[in-house]
């Protein structure tokens, strides 16, 4: 009935997946996008066999854009959630531990996830992870690649990042153009949540 129900609708589609920060780029992502457009996404968590299908349920004709995150458990998860949210654009957060008992290894694990990608039109990733890195390389020329980076060259290099107590200031390069971008957060994760942003 999901699938169904997606299919009635072609507006572009942000799917999210990675070990952690799903939800959190999933909310700083909807918060920017939805002062220029209508757009639907997951509810709370909601990126399960069976939190996918209730958050495609509520797409309607008076969205544009559609944000959701999917996350898997074991092996054959995503190939479900990849039909059911047929993404344009992918980004994956990150690779860690989360659910390694259901993987023979890491790559395996990261494999699975890059299935929801199979079939965008574009995949945002930290080129940092050489992992990551080789799985978006693996793509083919269809996926129009975008990285980011602290420590080599990418779409947007990561020149800086300086944190006071309660700040964090990100410089960065985009086309040649530097620029900075302030956030309200100190920790590491949160860092690297807004780069993706």
């Not at 757009?39 to 909601?46: A, M, R």
């Not at 980004?91 to 890059?114: C, M, P, R, V, Y």
């Not at 945002?124 to 980076?149: H, P, R, T």
Request: charge should be positive; glycine fraction near 6%; charged fraction near 20%.
């Amino acid at each position: 009935l999901s699938k169904k129900h997606r299919d009635q609708f072609d507006f572009p589609v942000v799917a999210i997946t990675g070990s952690n920060g799903k939800t959190i780029v999933k909310e700083w992502l909807s918060q920017i996008l939805k002062t220029s457009t209508q757009l639907v996404k997951s509810p709370k968590s909601f990126n399960s066999q069976v939190g996918v299908p209730l958050s495609i349920w509520q797409c309607g004709k008076q969205h544009k854009l559609g944000v959701f995150e999917a996350g898997i458990s074991k092996t054959g998860e995503m190939e479900v959630l990849e039909k059911l949210i047929s993404p344009s654009v992918g980004l994956i957060t990150n690779i860690g531990t989360a659910h390694d008992e259901n993987f023979q290894s890491t790559k395996q694990k990261l494999a699975e996830k890059f299935l929801l990608f199979k079939n965008c039109e574009h995949l945002i990733y930290c080129k940092d992870n050489n992992e990551i890195a080789e799985q978006a390389a693996l793509l083919g020329e269809q996926v129009k690649l975008f990285s980011w980076s602290k420590q080599q060259f990418a779409d947007l290099r990561i020149i800086d990042t300086k944190t006071t107590n309660t700040k964090t200031t990100i410089t960065a390069v985009y086309q040649e153009n530097s620029f900075k971008v302030q956030i309200p957060f100190t920790d590491a994760a949160s860092i690297e949540n807004a780069i993706h942003c």
